[in-house]
């Protein structure tokens, strides 16, 4: 049973008396298995299954954990057991009430946002400070979502008290914002949150214990949405020497006043690292030491055995780092896939990935674009979000973004169209148009702000005639939008034709090889390979977008090889909406943010680029401590081999380094560090 091989100190935290306890799992110290003893222990001792919450950070460390579960119940009983992360369980409950809600990413949502903020016209209000960009104000507005409880208005201006005289726009944006996303169905990921608690304060979905693991990483928000649950039991693991999320809300002080907010708390400690050998533990304990103690401990070890260790790599120039780094994993005897080279800044990944190119070594990069940001593969998953949803009106509004001469606010008026066209009933508007006039778009007008433009004249669809296109595409009253051009008219007749293609089909891998095949995306595979081949000067280098090409083709390939598990078009939308960021593609070294390394482990690490304004990052630092914690999780990655690495200069930019604080706190560099002058700009 699980239970039976957990130590001392985690199967004392996981049969731990119901209650309120916070269990702090450093690196490498078995936490997912102390979670699945705990979860083993409530199901032996005869709670109802369906009476236990999991709440992870990601579905991929939900599903090992009630995999690990099968091994010793029925997959009946385990089935019951309520788990995955807070936005996919919060989205699962939100469907069963709301069955047409529809899920959007921050990319979609913030075109919208966009869409209504350029309709204020900012220069009429002859303002002495100038106002936020749609989208920093946007980010903002995230950001607040996750931090905060109280009014928007009064965190934002106690940030920036010089936009007082635009605060009174900037509220009526967001308001503006909110009701057009519940008139669409849209929700973001903080609106699941955010609605499942208001939902919670009125209404009871009863838990015996709740779960979370990596409480360290939770924000106000989802801190708040615990509290709603009220569970008879609360079992937190996480690790504030791991607390690395500062800049996407993560707040350290859930971790740190737990103990405060429930008084009757038991804190339990597993400080046995089985995963990293004793230098390594050794080194990663003189540094994390010097943050503040919220919760005293220190790792011990676990492993015996052979030990190497730690090794500082020191370059004369950030080129010849990365080179030498790449000749090194070359020449190693370790898989490429258990090597992890680690960085605190993305542009570090671009010497790396480059140099190991050269010597013909494989490498995947995670923490940068996502496979699922790719413009090749938003564009296919829109087409699809539109079929599921015809009231999808962001999904257009991209899809309609790359033709000619339209962009965010006339797309924003053509789904209008449709819709009038087909009496609600998108498609139909689309292809069966029943009204053959266009709607009167600019019903009313707000001076003050200059929302809207005058009405304009119906053009007419002969302007169009020499196009050659099929008498379809003519008599369709779109054609009379005065403000449609050429390139816009030749693309809708592309989506005319892919919608009519596949009006009727079902299955996900027949209607997204149809979208593959289709004039439209054989334009959208023209145009981004162009732009990907461009040079400085203008001119198009053929190989590059060549290249570019097969990689787009390549990737439309691999969405086409997921689709082929699904046979609900809706379910495979949602699962790449949902899960499409912890998927991953390729073989070989990997490359990691520091950020994208954590909960990972490796043989062999390398941590790049330890020079001081890189590592920390002292421009986008939130805090030293903060750095610091990640240069925690940084070499706790390690199991058998630590690299640490820097170059004192940067042929390129002229500019000399110094070696990162953190190497002198590990005793890697002996002379004093002298603490930049923060008043001068330090090189990134």
């Known amino acids: 049973m699980p239970l039976s091989a957990l130590n001392d100190e985690q199967l004392s935290a996981a049969t731990a008396p119901l209650g ?12 997912t298995s102390t979670i699945v003893g705990r979860i083993a222990h409530l199901l032996q001792s005869g709670l109802e299954p369906s009476k236990i919450l999991l709440l992870t950070f990601t579905n991929k460390a939900a599903g090992e954990m009630i995999a690990r579960l099968e091994r010793f119940f029925p997959k009946k009983v385990v089935s019951q ?15 069963e009430m709301h069955p047409n809600l529809a899920l959007k990413q921050p990319s979609e949502l913030k075109t919208l946002f966009r869409s209504i903020y350029e309709k204020r016209n900012f220069e009429r209000m002859n303002l002495d400070v100038a106002p936020f960009s749609a989208t920093y104000l946007y980010e903002m507005y995230s950001l607040y979502q996750n931090a905060s ?49 208001a939902h919670l304060e009125e209404n009871t979905i009863a838990f015996d214990e709740v779960l979370v693991d990596e409480y360290q990483d939770t924000n106000t928000l989802q801190s708040a949405l615990i509290d709603s649950l009220k569970p008879r039991s609360l079992f937190c693991v996480g690790d504030y020497d791991q607390s690395i999320y500062a800049f996407n809300g993560a707040n350290i002080e859930n971790i740190a006043t737990f103990s405060k907010r429930y008084p009757s708390a038991q804190v339990f400690t597993l400080k046995t690292n089985y995963r990293s050998s004793a230098p390594i533990l050794s080194l990663a304990n003189r540094v994390i030491e010097r943050n503040e103690r919220i ?21 004369n120039d950030l080129f010849e780092q990365y080179q030498a780094i790449a000749h090194s994993i070359k020449h190693t005897h370790v898989p490429n896939n258990d090597i992890a080279v680690i960085f605190r800044n993305n542009s570090s990944a671009d010497g790396i990935e480059a140099s190991l190119r050269e010597l013909g070594i494989t490498c995947k990069r995670k923490g940068g674009t996502s496979f699922f940001d790719a413009k090749e593969i938003k564009f296919l998953l829109d087409v699809l979000s539109l079929l599921v949803n015809p009231k999808d009106m962001m999904a257009f509004i991209h899809i309609f973004e790359y033709a000619g001469g339209i962009g965010s606010a006339l797309s924003k008026e053509m789904f209008q169209c449709f819709n009038h066209f087909g009496r609600g009933r998108f498609m139909d508007g689309v292809l069966h148009p029943l009204e053959k006039e266009l709607p009167k778009l600019n019903p009313k007008k707000n001076v003050q702000l200059g929302l809207f433009d005058d009405d304009q004249e119906i053009g007419s669809a002969t302007r169009f005639k020499h196009l050659d296109l099929p008498p379809e595409i003519y008599s369709h009253p779109l054609l009379k939008h005065p403000k449609l051009t050429q390139e816009g008219v030749k693309f809708f007749a592309n989506f005319y034709r892919l919608m009519q293609t596949i009006e009727q089909e079902q299955y996900p891998a027949t209607i997204l090889q149809t979208v593959i095949s289709s ?34 083709i390549r990737k439309a390939r691999l969405l086409l090889d997921l689709s082929r598990q699904y046979k609900d078009l809706r379910r495979f939308v949602n699962a790449m909406v949902l ?27 390398y941590v790049v680029d330890l020079v001081d304004g890189r590592f920390p990052n002292r421009k986008m630092m939130s805090s030293i401590e903060e750095e610091r914690r990640l240069f925690y999780v940084a070499v706790t990655r390690a199991k058998d081999k630590l690299y640490l690495s820097l170059a004192k200069y940067d042929k390129v930019k002229k500019l000399e380094y110094k070696p990162s604080q953190f190497l002198h706190e590990a005793g890697l560099i002996k002379e004093a560090f002298v603490p930049p002058d923060t008043k001068k700009k330090n090189p990134a």
């Not at 057991?81 to 469907?95: M, P, Q």
């Not at 409880?149 to 009064?154: A, I, K, S, T, Y």
């Not at 145009?527 to 060549?546: A, P, V």
């Open 149 to 197: 409880l109280e009014g928007f208005d009064n965190w934002f201006l106690e940030k920036y008290p010089e936009h007082e005289v635009l605060m009174d726009a900037y509220m009526h944006i967001i308001e503006e914002f909110e009701e057009e996303k519940i008139a669409y169905g849209f929700a973001s990921f903080n609106d699941l949150l955010l609605r499942i608690k």
């Open 20 to 31: 309120h306890n916070l269990i702090i799992a450093s690196a490498g110290t078995g936490k």
């Open 579 to 605: 899960g499409g960021g912890e998927l991953s593609e390729g073989e070989g070294v990997n490359l990691l943010t520091v950020h994208a390394s954590k909960g990972l482990e490796f043989p062999e690490v």
């Open 519 to 552: 004039r439209l995306y054989e334009g959208i595979i023209e145009l981004l390979s162009k732009q990907r081949g461009r040079l400085k000067n203008g001119e198009i280098d053929e190989e590059k977008r060549k290249t570019a090409r097969e990689r787009i």
């Open 295 to 315: 919760y005293p401990k220190k790792l011990e070890v676990g492993r015996h055995g052979k030990a190497y260790s730690p090794k500082l790599l020191i370059y």
């Open 81 to 95: 057991i309520e788990s995955g992360t807070f936005h996919a369980v919060s989205y699962r409950w939100l469907k």
